[in-house]
């Protein structure tokens, strides 16, 4: 019998994305979250700014929230703009933030946001991973092995 596919998450707007997340972390388990937002917000995400580089997510009373990740103030917005730094509170099910939990606490892991992006159906929401942390040599095995790749499909076009 086929082993079923894991569900991909319906990205149709990728407004942010963290790619060294993939080289600094070994990832195993992903999640979607919602984003609470205020208005000025989601215009500053509509409009394609926003980092979350440099963020991280975090766990703080059966809550879990989304920390130093950056939404630029809106342009035009006027004295009721939001702060581009303030922690925004994740949007996941009891069971999923207890998975959480329990992988942060019990195994050591981190819980890192990959990407930040609009459903079909115009909503916010961030790609969340639950990490394990690489060792220099762990990245030296991972980028060999992807140079080894990119060389296999040099020979095979080559010869075929």
Do not use: C
Request: hydrophobic share 35%; aromatic share 8%; charged share 35%.
């Amino acid at each position: 019998m086929a082993r079923p596919q894991p569900a991909t998450f319906d990205k149709v707007k990728t407004v942010a994305e963290n790619r060294r997340a993939r080289y600094d972390y070994a990832l195993e388990d992903k999640f979607e979250a919602g984003v609470a937002l205020t208005g000025t917000e989601v215009k500053s995400l509509r409009f394609g700014e926003g980092a979350i580089a440099e963020s991280y997510a975090d766990i703080e009373d059966g809550e879990v929230w989304l920390i130093n990740s950056n939404i630029p103030e809106f342009s035009h917005g006027n004295r009721f703009n939001h702060e581009a730094k303030r922690p925004r509170k994740l949007l996941l099910n009891a069971h999923e933030i207890n998975k959480i939990r329990g992988a942060v606490e019990r195994k050591g892991m981190t819980l890192v946001p990959l990407s930040i992006y609009f459903n079909s159906k115009g909503k916010a929401k961030v790609e969340l991973a639950l990490a394990r942390g690489k060792k220099q040599h762990d990245k030296r095995a991972t980028e060999k092995a992807r140079d080894w790749k990119r060389e296999q499909g040099r020979l095979l076009r080559e010869r075929g």
